[in-house]
Every structure is written in structure tokens, then in C-alpha cells.
């Protein structure tokens, strides 16, 4: 419509509607703001969820009247939860990503009774826990060594990036889904760094002791060829260059998460969770050696 012959009463109303359309704006401000949490509530969120599952009391947590818990990427009740069974944890490492709001953190349980390793995603809104979310791997699970995980994890430095060193949200989310498009794409460039150690239940690409490091560790050590990995889903955390992505592995579907450390654009760690539906995911299961003695 030329707006030279709108016509005094269609500018009035096009005025109206303009600053109509600025009170929903700004009343629609704080709603936008209440989607991103702070680091703190966030550690505090974690925090809580670790001392629950130490005791095996969920009360612990701020847990809102509706939250929802999935574990292995189901439904399931709170009563029915691992959240109930109290675990000795040996260590866990925590991202937080406060502009989704929401929480990933590593648990490792070596107990001889049932040794386990977790991956659990918990989601804020406002003071509150409105899901949570695990991946409950042990024995059956892929190269799964509760002991080894336990002794490189715990090994690795995920200090906190100074600012203006930081990659950029969209720069460690590239990183990660180069990695993962090479499972279904050989062809597909990934920045590699030098060194990088890759996790993968209790076995470790480094060469050395934990905590060893050495130019000549490499992730780049093959990944299966043909296997999509889909349905994935962020959790950046730009102050660990860190970025964790929950999907479906393969062809079976198989609940998975992949934790990686990103500095400088490259990939420094990889860490890997995969949820078998048979031993092992069906591969033939061979002794996983313990690590190497410093």
C-alpha cells in the first residue's frame, strides 16, 4: 500500500497498533529473561541433584510439582528412579549452559557392588528442577570400566577459559557435529586437536599414565563408518568450552551422550556414554586393561 494515501485515520491506527505492539514487547521482556538461569543457580541445581543421588533421597532437590525424569531417554516415575538408591560417587564433573538453562554433569560410582556411570541432564525453571534426565550405564554398557573412567576423568584439566579466549557458542557446537557427521560422512573435515585423549567407557586414546599428556595423543583414531547419530540436543557451556550432545547412536537408537572440550576451535576431550540393549552393544567383549602407571 503506498503510504502516502493511507489516509489520516490509517496512520492513527497504524501508530495505535505500533505501540500496541511495544507493550507486548516489553511485557513479554521478563518472560523471555526467565529462560536463562545464572551459573550459580545452576551449580546449585547440580549440587543438590549429586547429594540426592549420594543419599538416594530426592527430596534434596527443588523439585517442581510437575518435573519430569526420563532415564535411557523413557519415562520413568521418581519412585521407579535410580534417584531413590543411594551411591557412593567417586567423582563428577559438571557444564552448565545458563543460556538454556540447564545442567549436564558426569557421575562415576566405582562401588564393587554396582559400579555405574551416569550422564544426567537437569533443566531449571526459575529455583526449580523441572526435569532431570540420566543415562544409567554399567555393566552391560559399552566398554564399560567404571575404574578407568574414573582414573582419566578425573585426570583431565577442564579449567574455566579466560573471556576473551573463549570460542564462541556456535563455534564448539561446530566442533562437536563435525565429530559426530564423521560417523556417517567420511569425508567430513574435523578440527582435531593436538593432543586430544577421546573416553570411551573405560577405554582412553592416550597413550600414558592419567594425566600424562603427550603431542603424540590423538582422537583421531577411527569412529565406525555408516552410523548416524540424530535427534541431538545441545547444552553449550562457553566458560568450560564445553558442549555436550544427547542423541540416538546408530541404527538401533541407542541413548548416547558425547561430552567434548573444545579450546582454541579444536577438540581437546571426547567423552562418550552409550546405552547397550545387548552386551556390549554386541561386539565381542575383551578384557579392557587398566591404565598405565605414571
Known sequence: MDMFNYGRDGMLRKIAGLALGSCIALTAMPAMAQQSCTRTALEEATQSYVAAQQAGNPSLIKLAPDAELQEQMEPITLAAALLNKPQKIDFHRAIHDTQGCESFVEVIITDPAHPYVLGTRIKLTGDLVREIETLVTDADDWLFKASNTL????????????????????TIIAAADAYLNLFNDPTVRVPWGSPCARLEGGIYTAKGAPGVVSKE??????????????????????????????????????????????????????????????????????????????
Open 217 to 294: 595423543d590423538s582422537c583421531a583414531v577411527g569412529v565406525p563408518k555408516n552410523t548416524p547419530l540424530v535427534d541431538r540436543r545441545y547444552l553449550v557451556d562457553q566458560d568450560l568450552g564445553s558442549v555436550v550432545v544427547l542423541l540416538r547412536f546408530g541404527n538401533s537408537s541407542l541413548p548416547d551422550s558425547h561430552l567434548f572440550r573444545v579450546e582454541n576451535g579444536l577438540l581437546r576431550y571426547v567423552h562418550t556414554i552409550t546405552v547397550c540393549k545387548t552386551l556390549n552393544c554386541g561386539f565381542p567383549v575383551k578384557p579392557i586393561p587398566n591404565p598405565p602407571r605414571g
Open 151 to 170: 582414573a582419566y576423568s578425573r585426570a583431565e584439566k577442564w579449567d574455566m577459559i579466560p573471556m576473551e579466549k573463549q570460542d564462541s557458542r556456535e
